[in-house]
């Protein structure tokens, strides 16, 4: 999901919460009163929360799939490709010889595959980043400690500032932020 | 993890309070400079010893024909093994669900880090011409020559090469949350810059975190078989040499098991000093000592196993060399390093078998030096032991190690210690985020099981 952009009047609203529970409570009526564009922050994964925002997302296992069958081939391919270049008689034994191929297509084949699942999510994710616009809200430093928090983002549909917080607040959050753009350096 | 009062959102905080405090305010700064001190004494050792190695070649080793392999490969094999402890403790019981891992998995997976940059050096140094190490790589070169993808050297390079990036990636993105914990808590401007550049960038979206559970459980997965891979490779340097007593097809599980065994024996160490050095005795509790005791016990009778089966091997097989070798080994001119294994490794670890002693820091921490050490006398047996008599009497000979090669050991356990310190005082050694999920989990657990009671 693409965050808004800074044409959006805010980049969103943000509630916080001390619970995980609540949170991915939070998530499912902030989902049933309408709202689409919405994102969850927390300081460890909390199970049931990407659920709650409808996130199913399964492209990092099949990035990693395709990454393995990239290093199994090329690592194979490597093999037989030097070894007809450069042809080596050693008293007849076969020049493609499978058994002692293999060991070099495993460890490639692992190679790529975690290269591709690792590289792969930091992509996915946009990372890495320098900066972010909740970077600049004073209490976001808690989504890492012990804090919860959901962010409706600005560009979402039915985003109206003042209407938006009253129904956060009918959520019963610790606390509500306003998130601004990060100012664009000149 | 009761130790922390209050309600679970509490000990949230305190959790992350008292981690992401010690790269912050490091409790122990005098320790660590004398211990970092005498780490940087080893390096220096280290790069003196392998200036002396550049200069005038691996002539001023003791390696010679037979004996080729001295302290420079039986070393490669030792600090490897050890590495591998890091890797099964990090990957193979977070597949396994067993949560205990979370207070260690952190600095075992450092430990892995250093011990297999290490491991790596050894046979680049070995190579007789080292600056030509990149040899081993396959490019189009002016020479229009590829390396021996049949030669167990070149499985070497790529075997080491891959478990080396897979454990700094795993590693890596296994402490990126936690290194934005430290990040949101640093105070001067340094800190923040340092920590908010290693951290990417991470906030801990829902989304982020199930690409990242993805990912991280997928390499987690595929790091198992590739340290049975790393390791059974090695064993088959040994195997693929037509020396006796490396013939033996017990080899592979044998030195997988062993490299476990050191390993374990390592992170208990760095266990007891770090608890006690950091105070994190709430975090690295008894349980985990217990634990680390009864893996250390199992996998060390797996390695006895191996033991039995070589020497089973020989006998059942009653060919005149292997049982030549056999021989040499109890009785020759290296027994004590046969027997120094057999001791070191398995007499004081069945103290183990008590509860008392596994929970104990100092008998622990002692066990766990006597197998590091048992473990490293044979890697030092097996290949000596086979090598100083091979088939040809005329071509017998003895290996005795240079003073180069013990300096560039001592400087090797430099080149583990000094960074492995820096780890220590500049990151969070305990993974903070995975504590915290667990806590989460027992609460929902607890929760549900109330809920459960109060139905009945």
Known sequence: MREPSPHAPLFGLMAEFDQPERLVESIGRARDAGFLRMDAYSPFPVEGAAEALGFHENYVPWLTLAGGIFGAALGYGMQVYTNLAYPIDIGGRPLLAIPPFMLITFELMVLFAVLFAIVGMLDLNHLPRLHHPLFDVETFHLASSDKFFLVIFGDDPRFEEAETRRFLETLAPVRIDAVGHTEQPE | ?456
């Open chain 2, 1 to 456: 993890m009761s130790d922390f009062a209050g309600g679970t959102p509490d000990r949230y905080a305190a959790v992350t309070q008292e981690i992401t405090s010690i790269p912050l305010r490091f409790p122990a700064p005098r320790g660590w400079w004398i211990l970092f001190g005498f780490a940087l004494t080893l390096l220096l050792t280290f790069f003196v010893a392998a200036g002396v190695l550049f200069r005038y070649g691996v002539g001023v080793w003791g390696n010679n024909i037979p004996v080729n392999w001295g302290l420079a490969i039986s070393n490669y094999i030792w600090f490897l093994g050890i590495g591998h402890a890091g890797t099964l403790i990090s990957a193979m019981l977070l597949l396994l669900g067993a949560h205990w891992r979370n207070a260690l998995n952190r600095f075992a997976e450092a430990m892995t880090l250093f011990a297999v940059i290490c491991a790596g050096l050894y046979p680049i140094l070995h190579l007789g011409r080292p600056w030509l190490f990149y040899w081993m790589a396959p490019y189009p070169n002016t020479m229009t020559v590829w390396p021996q993808f049949k030669s167990p050297l070149a499985w070497d390079f790529f075997a080491v090469l891959t478990y080396l990036t897979v454990s700094v990636l795993f590693w890596f993105i296994g402490i990126v949350p936690d290194l934005a914990a430290t990040r949101d808590r640093a105070r001067t401007r340094g800190q923040q810059v340092f920590y908010g550049l290693l951290a990417l960038g991470w906030r801990g979206s829902a989304r982020h975190w199930t690409r990242w559970q993805q990912a991280y459980r997928l390499t987690a997965a595929i790091a198992v078989p590739l340290v049975v891979s790393v390791h059974s490779e090695i064993s088959l340097l040994f195997a693929a040499g037509p020396i006796p007593g490396w013939a033996s097809t017990v080899f592979p599980p044998y030195f997988v098991l062993g490299a476990a065994f050191s390993g374990f024996a390592v992170v208990a160490m760095i266990a007891v000093v770090l608890r006690h050095a950091l105070g994190l005795q709430d975090l690295v509790r008894e349980r985990h000592l217990d634990l680390l005791g009864i893996f250390l016990l199992a996998t060390g009778l797996m390695t006895t196993y191996g033991y039995w089966a070589e020497v089973f091997d020989v006998l059942y097989s009653g060919e005149p060399q292997e049982l030549g070798t056999l021989q040499d080994r109890i009785s020759g001119a290296y027994a004590w390093s046969y027997w120094g294994a057999v001791i070191a490794n398995f007499l004081p670890l069945q103290l183990l078998w008590f509860r008392s002693i596994r929970v104990s820091p100092i008998p622990l921490f002692l066990i766990a030096l006597s197998v590091t050490i048992g473990m490293w006398m044979e890697r030092y047996m097996l290949l000596v032991t086979s090598l100083y008599r091979d088939w040809l009497v005329s071509s017998w000979g003895e290996y005795h190690a240079s003073f180069w090669e013990w300096a560039l050991f001592a400087g090797m356990i430099g080149v583990f210690l000094a960074p492995f310190l820096l780890f220590v005082r500049f990151l969070p050694v305990v993974s903070a985020f995975e504590i915290k999920e667990t806590l989460a989990q027992e609460e929902r657990q607890q929760e549900a099981d109330e809920r459960e009671a109060s139905r009945a």
